[in-house]
Every structure is written in structure tokens, then in C-alpha cells.
């Protein structure tokens, strides 16, 4: 059973930077999309931020530049790294993995659309403030 769990989450002000953390276990799956996503009250969930097994990253627009995905394998745990913060990313953020049908032996088609992703946290809000 795969959980994740995240932390980090905090207030800060605008221009600030905080890093959030999602603690993954029971994933034992050789390939991997992990994402980070954020959804404000009355909103739809929106992408942040994906990484997969290749290594590869891609950023919303609105982000790019300043944020950072990355995944210690020895501590089993993703980030996400949030510089030069502004009102507009206050939300809750959640860290999710990709469901396994789309993913092979070699690996996973990596999307920031949240309808691809089957396990999700719990969240950690983000409050952006100046």
C-alpha cells in the first residue's frame, strides 16, 4: 500500500522561500511519476510540478524558475523547493504518484494532469502573505 505523507508547510512572506516535504512509502515500483500539486478553495487542482524515474522535470508556467522538484532516494522522500513566493501560490499543496498503468518496464508517462494520479497526501497548507 503505497502512502504518502507531507510536511513542511507553513506561512511566510512574499519573496520568501519554504521547502515542503512528502514522505513516500510502499512504492515498489521500478519506475516512477511523483508530482506536486496545490488547489485553493472553489479552484480545480492544478499541477505543479512533476519528476519521473528518467529524471526529468517539468514546471507550470506560473512556477518555472522558481521552484524545484526533487526526490532523495536514500530518505524516500520528495520536495519541493519554493523560492521567490508570491500571494498567488498560497494553497494547499499535496504530492501525489502517477497510477501504474501508465507505466512500463522502461518508463512512465510523466503528466502534471492530476487525473493520471491515483495516491495522493494528505496536504500541507501554504500561506503566502506580505
Known amino acids: 500500500l503505497v502512502q504518502l505523507v507531507e510536511s513542511g508547510g507553513g506561512s511566510v512572506q512574499t519573496g520568501g522561500s519554504l521547502k515542503v516535504s512528502c514522505e513516500v512509502s510502499?512504492?515498489?515500483?521500478?519506475?516512477?511519476?511523483f508530482g506536486w500539486f496545490r488547489q485553493v478553495p472553489g479552484k480545480a487542482r492544478e499541477g505543479v510540478a512533476a519528476l519521473d524515474s528518467d529524471g526529468s522535470r517539468s514546471y507550470a508556467d506560473p512556477v518555472q524558475g522558481r521552484f524545484s522538484i526533487s526526490l532523495d532516494n536514500d530518505k524516500k522522500t520528495l520536495y519541493l523547493q519554493m523560492n521567490n513566493l508570491k500571494s498567488g501560490d498560497t494553497a494547499k499543496y499535496y504530492c501525489?504518484?502517477?497510477?501504474?498503468?501508465?507505466?512500463?518496464?522502461?518508463?512512465?508517462?510523466?503528466?502534471?494532469?492530476?487525473?493520471?494520479?491515483?495516491?495522493w497526501g494528505q496536504g500541507t497548507q501554504v500561506i503566502v502573505s506580505s
Open positions: 501525489a504518484t502517477i497510477d501504474e498503468a501508465y507505466c512500463n518496464d522502461n518508463d512512465c508517462f510523466c503528466s502534471r494532469s492530476p487525473e493520471y494520479f491515483r495516491t
Open positions: 510502499g512504492y515498489t515500483y521500478k519506475q516512477y511519476c
